[in-house]
């Protein structure tokens, strides 16, 4: 069976356009990790990096290592994704944050489905014994229903994205929506770059931000 790459076969999930579109995003399975602070600068965001990559290279890699999960098939391993908010204040991207260290965020990476609560236990048993300095208590499964959003492709520096954010906006408002920033829902960064190997103005990010219908 060819290896499975989501990134190609959900393209208008990772790779939409500069322009802005409506997507329904479906549920999916993610491991988390909560934290907060400066990302540029916080020991906790550069752990919850660590700690997503050690559980999702340990269940990708399982079938090479004795560690048989039902109903596993080869995929491309899914890129890091980050729900944001900010402590005083909803966070809704039209600006940049001045104070980085307000930043709440949910640092996750999707699983394919065959990912249960049982697999999510056995990957934590290997690492406990591969890399006992981790603290596995930080990170949990989760299924994540984001539902109805305006997203688009936004191209360059972090703190740039309040132009692509202005656009989806009104690009929302032109559909018949508005922005749904509150209970739960939050400002979404997918990111398709490393920025530890990717100048800023090259970094690909994709935004986006639920919607609900006009009142």
Not at 33 to 56: C, K, M, R
Not at 74 to 94: C, I, M, R
Not at 173 to 190: F, L, S, T
Request: charged letters at 25%; aromatic letters at 10%; proline letters at 9%.
């Amino acid at each position: 069976m060819p290896t499975l790459d989501f990134k190609k076969t959900q393209r208008s999930l990772y790779r939409p356009s500069t322009t802005p579109g409506i997507v329904d995003v479906p549920p999916m399975t993610f491991i988390m990790v909560d934290g907060a602070g400066d990302p540029n600068t916080s020991a906790d965001y550069a752990a919850s990096i660590e700690l997503l990559y050690s559980f999702s290279y340990t269940i990708k890699m399982s079938h090479k290592s004795g560690f048989p999960i039902p109903g596993f098939y080869d995929y491309v391993l899914l890129p890091l994704e980050g729900l944001w908010d900010v402590a005083d204040a909803t966070f809704v991207g039209g600006v940049p944050v001045a104070d980085k260290s307000l930043l709440r965020w949910t640092s996750m990476i999707r699983q394919p489905e065959f990912v249960t609560t049982e697999v999510f236990e056995l990957a934590k048993a290997k690492l406990v014994a591969k890399k006992p300095c981790l603290d596995l208590s930080l990170a949990r499964l989760e299924q994540f229903s984001e539902g109805l959003c305006v997203q688009a492709m936004h191209l360059g520096p972090f703190d740039d994205e309040p132009a692509t954010i202005s656009r989806m906006d009104a690009y929302a408002v032109e559909q018949g929506y508005r922005p749904d920033i509150a209970n739960g829902r939050r400002h979404h960064e997918i990111y398709l770059s490393d920025p530890r190997r990717t100048v800023p103005e090259k970094l690909k990010t994709v935004v986006r931000h639920p919607i609900a219908p006009l009142d």
